[in-house]
């Protein structure tokens, strides 16, 4: 990556010009005690790990959290917004509940309790630098970082739509765009970015108004025939893009297929207004498995959710919504993607097995951020075929959720944004008896004796069945 000059325009000059002050004032007090938080050696680092993918010079974000000077007047707002932990408003955006369920998942930017310890006490004690030689070195950000799993395979660019400033909500097809290919790829992830003329500074402050795509969800079809093409196979449909989403990653055992001749075909897609007229495209990055490789896994149908048994009322917390579906096939689910409207606060997934009950997971919810969270491979949910998945939708529609226009209405479900949705878009693979096994073979392996327990994996300590592995026999030693 080579590095390239930034400037920060004239509301940079003027915030390096406030800092200088503080800055001075901090270099006449005496070196910070070997105990104390110092900016170089402890926040500087949570900063490149965190948050410095959206909060740099061309970042998603308002605000660069890179040098000292441009970190050290949010202190306290940053020790404010790690502090939320999992609940709206938290940063960096991922809600998973801690004391709950299913803690690894892959690109999780999420603080540790010690980490938010130390954003406290650096703010509280004044935000001192401490030693430049601490410093980790800068990561360098030019036109690669835009993209959060590094150099994808193939871009797809969208045409430019121009919104304006004011103006009705559009939804539509937006066309197709050809993939290009004279051969089938398999797709081991996918990133979709907005790309637009709004300006990264501070102007903007929320995550809807630097961006007018809503959301688009599309798939990948071969012209002329009927069905989608590869849907058996892993393709046809595409995890939704959404304002704020992070990017898929498929398991190695599931990569989509992206067909030879296919075109993506953006089918249905939401424009909004953000205040200014904005020109702006959709890009979608896929990166592939080698040629030649084959998933073994084929994608679940299973969808859970539901949109009629929605009663949303007026100024009331902690209203709950249930959803319930008995799996058919054993079933490895791959990612959580917690679905809600405004009202919505926070979504459990649970896994029903016989007389227990696992919650898999708890997050919290913003509407602002659509998150989805993507399971680490030895650590996704491995659920036998009539497991009962169960669903719990958390909504507040008092004042203390500020994302609901009118929250003294009555709603129900429905597709418009001041209606309701609750589901799970996550999405997950069927195994046969044989994949499910070895599976459990593998997981079995990770767990130190009959005192612990995988969650998630309800017949990990069940007897291991005549078609198992050799290497599951060999686990009660
Ligand atoms: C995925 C991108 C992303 C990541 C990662 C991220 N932020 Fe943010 N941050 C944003 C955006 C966009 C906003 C403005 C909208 C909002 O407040 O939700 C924001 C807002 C903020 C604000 C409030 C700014 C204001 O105007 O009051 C603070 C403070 C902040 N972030 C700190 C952090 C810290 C500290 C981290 C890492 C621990 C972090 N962010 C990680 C995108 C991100």
Not at 110 to 137: C, F, H, Q, T, Y
Request: aromatic residues 8%; hydrophobic residues 35%; glycine residues 10%.
């Amino acid at each position: 990556m080579a590095s390239r000059p930034r400037s920060s325009g004239l509301f940079g000059v003027l915030l390096a010009a406030s800092v200088m002050t503080t800055a001075g004032t901090i270099a006449q007090t005496p070196a910070p005690a070997s105990g104390d938080v110092t900016f170089a050696r402890d926040i500087a680092p949570i900063l490149q790990r965190s948050c410095q993918e959206c909060h740099h010079a061309e970042g998603v974000a308002p605000m660069s959290l890179v040098t000292y000077e441009e970190v050290r007047p949010w202190a306290k707002s940053m020790k404010m917004r790690t502090a939320l932990r999992s609940q709206r408003g938290a940063m960096p955006p991922f809600f998973v509940e801690k004391t709950i369920g299913i803690q690894k998942f892959k690109h999780d930017p999420s603080l540790s309790d010690e980490e938010i310890g130390k954003v406290a006490k650096w703010a509280d004690s004044g935000g001192p630098r401490g030693n430049p030689a601490d410093m980790p070195k800068a990561l360098e950000f030019d036109g690669s970082d835009k993209w959060t799993l590094g150099e994808p395979d193939l871009i797809l660019k969208s045409k430019d739509v121009t919104v304006p400033a004011i103006g009705p909500d559009h939804w539509g097809d937006f066309g197709l765009i050809p993939t290009g290919l004279n051969e089938d790829r398999y797709v081991s992830s996918v990133e979709v970015r907005e790309v637009n003329d709004i300006p990264h500074d501070k102007s903007v402050a929320t995550v809807g108004g630097r961006y007018v795509f809503h959301h688009m969800t599309y798939e990948s079809i071969v012209e002329g025939e009927r069905a989608s093409s590869g849907a058996n196979e892993g393709g046809g449909s595409w995890p939704i893009h959404e304002v704020g989403r992070n990017a898929d990653i498929f398991p190695p055992e599931a990569g989509r297929l992206l067909a030879a001749h296919s075109s993506l075909s953006l089918n249905a897609g939401h424009l909004h207004s953000n205040g200014r007229e904005t020109k702006g495209h959709l890009e979608f990055a896929f990166t592939f498995f080698p040629r030649g490789y084959k998933p073994i896994y084929k994608r679940s149908g299973v969808r859970l959710g539901d949109g009629i048994n929605i009663d949303v009322r007026p100024n009331e917390s902690g209203q709950e919504l249930h959803a319930y579906s008995v799996l058919q096939e054993h079933t490895k689910y791959i990612t959580f993607e917690p679905h809600l409207h405004a009202p919505g606060v926070r979504m459990c997934l649970e896994a029903i097995w016989g007389h227990n009950i696992q919650t898999l997971n708890c997050v919290g919810y913003d509407h602002n951020w659509v998150k989805q969270y993507v399971y680490e491979d030895d650590a996704a949910p491995l659920l036998p075929k009539g497991t009962i998945v169960h669903l719990i939708g958390f909504l507040d529609t008092t004042a203390a959720n500020k994302n609901p226009v009118d929250p003294r209405n009555w709603a129900g479900g429905g597709r418009r944004s001041v209606a309701n949705m609750f589901i799970d878009l996550g999405y997950s693979v069927t195994l046969t008896e044989d994949q499910f096994q070895a599976e459990m073979a593998k997981r079995r392996k990770n767990m130190k004796s009959r005192n612990d327990y995988d969650i998630g994996c309800p017949l990990c300590w069940a007897p291991p069945t005549a078609t198992a592995t050799p290497s599951t026999a060999a686990v009660g030693k």
